[in-house]
């Protein structure tokens, strides 16, 4: 299939006080993102509508190697801006996205979720978060004509209401976050800052998105318990990242069933994006955890190991002893030398971090018995 991508720059820019295409981000654009997160998926016929500063956005099209065209009638709204950069594609295209520049934070793994959710060449494909359709839609080529034809009445949303549409589940907030207002572009400014980890119901909407039923019992039992020890521990002067110990104890065994699930989950969390919670899921084992004589140097758990002690307080969706847990490996080990050698090695810091989480924020049973549902 032929994909392009609409890039709406065309606007007033009224509530923001300043042309958005131009404002920084990050050490980009606005009109830097947009391109980007299309470009990072293979896109290459990517339009950018000018209108309002027009010669100044267009420059700064050009600058990053894209084609534009200026809506002289911008002023009458986004809609007339959509029937420019529509009328202006190649006619060989299947498919289109339509984002305005405002909405820069779109993830390149919504991008691909919906290219391959492509095919049914007369639907639109909504990318939808919690319940909620975000930007930016995938609309056939066949609706062309269409969008040309409308009057504008209801928008874009009026005119592909009235068409065959389909839901793509998303796990990225990014799709509903717009920038209208200064406040707005500095809540985007703190979100860019942590975008390799996901928010919280970012972490959840892409755990039910990969996780079997029983993996996500069992990652958010241990996600709700590493939050619980994360959180006692920052009472006590830690500082620790709630939003990183939760993700990546909900996500650590995205990977499971796999040949060297540890490895795979890190690969498949990098390839989203989502670097951070990663490298803590590539070390969750008990092979990749840090020698126990390291940790006790320290006396500083950091959040993986909150989240690798955590994995060990479960087997499945049941709560386990940590002697017990050690205990059974033993066990099934038998005589194995090298095995036990591991095992006793892990035990040992799991004992590590126990004390230590013990001795800075009280009772482990106490700290767990506060958190709702472990």
Known sequence: MTIAAVILAAGLSSRMGESKPLLRLGDRSLLAHCRAVFAACGLTEILVVVGHRGEATAAAAEALGLRWV??????????????????????????????????????????????????????????????????????????????????????LKGLLGRHKGIEVKVWDEGILLDADTPDDLAALARRLARITIPTRPEAEALATMLLSEAGLAHGRLVGRAAVALAEALNTRGYELDLDLVHGAALLHDVAKGLPEHERRGAEMLSALGLEKIAAIVAVHNDAGSAAAADLAATARPVEKDIVWFADRLFRGPHRVAIELRYADKLAAVGNDAAARREILAGRNRALAVQALVERAAGDLETILAAAAGV
């Open 70 to 155: 200026v809506n002289g009638e911008y002023r009458r709204g986004m809609f007339s801006s959509i029937q420019c950069g529509v009328a202006a594609l190649p006619g060989d295209i299947d498919a289109f996205f339509v984002l305005p520049v405002d909405i820069p934070l779109v993830r390149s793994a919504t991008v691909e979720t919906l290219l391959a959710a492509a095919g049914d060449p007369e639907a639109v494909l909504h990318p939808v978060f919690a319940g909620r359709r975000g930007h930016p839609p995938l609309i056939p080529a066949a609706l062309i004509p269409s969008i040309l034809a409308h009057d504008g009445a209801g928008g």
